[in-house]
């Protein structure tokens, strides 16, 4: 019997892109195939062999362009918001959907209960609930030099995500979203297009000074959200379903259990 | 930018954004739905169509907009508002300019999608509704605010300045306030029907012609026939969200029938885009008002809202739903489960023929699973496992579905056996409504998708 093969891989986009760029360069067989995101190898399998891959962009690209041109953009979509998905398995999941995309081509998302494709909508189901939460509860503060700042600490890789909603939105200010688990910052000034930066190249301690304005803004806010509430109505209860703890961590006006 | 404008002030405006908070939280609408519109270079802002919520209150609702009275000041006494004029409370009023400020402070740190401005009536409806316009004149003209702004139009302000003010909103809401007009009468004596129904045929007409632009500051020009792209991008849009509602339940003694009936004429005849319910709550304790030990009727609300959605997307008429013989909703049963054991006689459907609109009529199938199964069964025939997948509740629809000639158990399809099921499976109710489970806030249904409700 031929030996399992298993390509580990760093689970970043390029990283898994590149992981299946080998897998079919190698024809070996999908079927005797496992892709790995290397942070899960806890227990090795005594009978396999392992490979492991390195992202390189330019595999990486060759990777994204036939899944947009072979498949389709909507796709692509799904595809990236899957490997941005913290969950363990993505890289595999996403290797078994892209096999049938390039045997089906662009009808593979209408099979939603396949089981190669149904993984993968899970994935980006999970992304995409928590880019909408990230949306509705990002909270920027003016520092003093009037760059907006937003700290975030998201379960998935999201930033890039939700810097085209700012971007949009808030197009002429200067502001930075910054990823406080993966120390990765967004960054847009005025009227440019938005940057994704390594927090290491960030001055922290310019992040700490808080406009004038912006004390008393909050206490406003505060004061907005505290006399909205019908009392008739309260109801902790549905307000921690909307609006659950984890979330909450940089939102002053809301009580924050620290875990 | 303004850095000035509120430090020697902060606590002259944060008590009046307490007031004027505080006397606006009673409108139920909070919703920033039905716009999309791209951000602008020189300007702040965009809209989402689906709408966004940034907060959720202490009573679990949604804090979209910044919701504001202008002022509590009013010349009128209608007995069930906090601002009725005989009531000794503190009033006071913002400036437009303190308006425009805390919405662009708000939006820009992403407390907000907008502003929903309403307002006592101070002197009187013209004077009321000029401030209004130039708040909303002052944040899109000189702030270029592009995001959401909701405007009360005032009853009795003359038509060309609601005209004007539609042209700077997206959404324009005009309350009802009481179904009928009897209740109005008893309730709000300085208010008449009529003055409340004429802005709103106003404001949909001008939605639907689009026969006015403005032009220049103060003058309405009738449209010239002309369709050239160039010409019509200059055109400003009318109210482009639509207009909305509110309609005060359980102050006076309407049936849930008469008051979907009413509903369902303001989106036939007046093209409203929202009906919201808003569940009375006995803030004046005027004698005329009952009393309601209970607290607020919020049983009765959720099953309005519910059926409203039977109104809006799942193609049901008011008639289907309750009737002059069964006047009032079933306590136990949502309105959609309730239709459904009342026509047996069109169950059980199989799933991989049915039309979509039979499939919403299933208890159990909603709007997105209805349309995922359209989707799926193009390449698949379906068993219940998929319907599982595709989000189907299972446990509700058994009684009304076949997969390929086949119910998933052996059951009965008799009203008496699929009742004593059907209870025994909790229905998701608000939490604060009695019941426990999950539970999608009602004034974001169309906002945020339909998880539970009506499966
Ligand atoms: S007109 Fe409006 S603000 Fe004035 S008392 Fe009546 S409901 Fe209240």
Redesign the interface.
Known sequence: MKPKRIYRCDGSVDGIFTAIYDAYESRYGHADIVITETDENTNLELFAEYIDTFADEEKSEKVAASIKTKISLDAYEVVIKSALSTKKGRADAIYRFLQLGFATGR?VL????HPYV?PVFELERGVNNEISHY????????LKN?I?L?RVRPENNIITLIAPH????????NWMIYDEGRNLAAIHKS?YPWVLVDGKELNRSSLEQF???EL??Q???Q?????????????????K???PNRYREF?R??PYKVK | MNQVLFSDKTNSIAEKLSILSDAAKYDVACTSSGVDRKGVAGSIGNTVAAGLCHCFAADGRCISLLKILFSNECIYDCKYCVNRSSRDVVRTSFTPKEVADLTIEFYRRNYIEGLFLSSGVVKNPNYTMEQLYETLRLLREEYHFNGYIHVKGIPGADDLLIEKTGYLADRMSINLELPTAEGLKSLAPNKNRTNILRPMKQIQLGKEASKYRLHGRNEIVVRRNNTQLAVRKQEKLFVPAGQSTQMIIGATPETDYQIIKVAESLYDKFDLKRVFYSAFINTTQDSSLPSLPGGPPLLREHRLYQADWLLRFYGFEADEILSENTPNFNVLLDPKCNWALSHLELFPLEVNMADYYALLRVPGIGVKSARRIVAARKTAILDYADLKKLGVVLKRSIYFITCSGKMMYPVKIEADYIINHMLEIKEKLPAGVGGSGVYQQLSLFDDMGSKNILM
């Open positions: 009808s209408n099979q939603l209960s149904l949306l509705q509860f990002v909270r920027f503060s003016e009037t907006l937003s700012f971007e949009d939105r808030l197009t002429e200010e009227r406009s004038d304005l008393d803004m206490i406003f806010w004061t907005f959200v505290d006399t909205i509430a019908i009392k008739e109505r309260i109801s902790e209860k549905l307000q379903q909307m609006l939102m006006e809301m």
